[in-house]
């Protein structure tokens, strides 16, 4: 691990304006994966602002109904709340379904929604890595592909995003509320939080320079069956070949999110809408236009089968 200073933050305002100031600086919270990437030397920061001593650690309900997480909730206490499992029990399934219970005891909202790739290649500092080391190239096109995206690629990344909370979030239309370091705020919806690779794959969120998390808002809960569904390599501590969020109603109209496919959470509104008409006609319309490679076109039937396995279950 390279050398590094660190302080704690007096105000959310003062950690954007040091950020944003210092060059190399990064927030830390959990540290769950930034410490990870720091031993490896895939993250090298000069200097770590601690934020954990701000208080953005209270659920709260809004006004309209909904509900106020604040950045630094950690897992473990979001998944168990009891507001969350009545009305947003999917957030409260791709919760526990990730990780493990020590992790989810450490990691944060906003860590767990800016977290970085599981990509073998981006982990091997030997392979180039445009996410890692932006213009070098992308060693999975034409590598190990099996546990990398299908959908929303490009010809310079096909990696995908690890969060299981995320797409749970995304099928649920929460915003994520950020502080610039100018002191000013703003609500990103979380369709337009995490950014598509295109050429410049190792941006990949809409924050800017010292833009920091302060909470997230869920909107007024809208009923019906929550379900989240991981298909992965063994039971426990995997991230997602295939994860399905759902909410879905009695009429059988809903909403369906889908993971380990993409380089975001996966969500086509229009898919929304062809769920009466069973898991082919949505999963037809949420991989229109998909790149798969030979090591994981398997995804495409896997996530059919899994959708269908999900609307079987809400029926029931």
Sequence with gaps: MRPFTYERATSAQDAAAKVAATPGARFIAGGTNLLDLMKLEIETPTHLID???????????????????????????????????????????????????????????????????????????????????????????GGFSRPLGVIGTSDACIATHPSDMAVAMRVLDASVETIRPDGTTRAIPIADFHTLPGQTPHVETALEKGEMIISVALPKPRGGTHIYRKVRDRASYAFALVSVAAVIGKDGKGAVALGGVAPKPWRVEEADALLPKGSKAVADRLFAGATPREDNAFKLTLAQRTIAAVLAEAKA
């Design 51 to 141: 934020v954990n001593g701000l208080g953005m650690d209270k659920i709260e309900p809004i006004d309209g109904g909904g509900l106020r997480i604040g950045a630094l909730v950690r897992n473990t206490d979001l998944a168990a709340d009891a507001r969350v499992r009545k009305d947003y029990g999917v957030l409260t399934r791709a919760l526990v379904a990730g990780a493990s219970g020590q992790l989810r005891n450490k990691a944060t909202t906003a860590g767990n929604l800016l977290q970085r790739t599981r990509c073998p290649y981006f982990y091997d500092v030997n392979m180039p890595c445009n996410k890692r080391k932006p213009g070098s190239g992308c060693a999975a096109i």
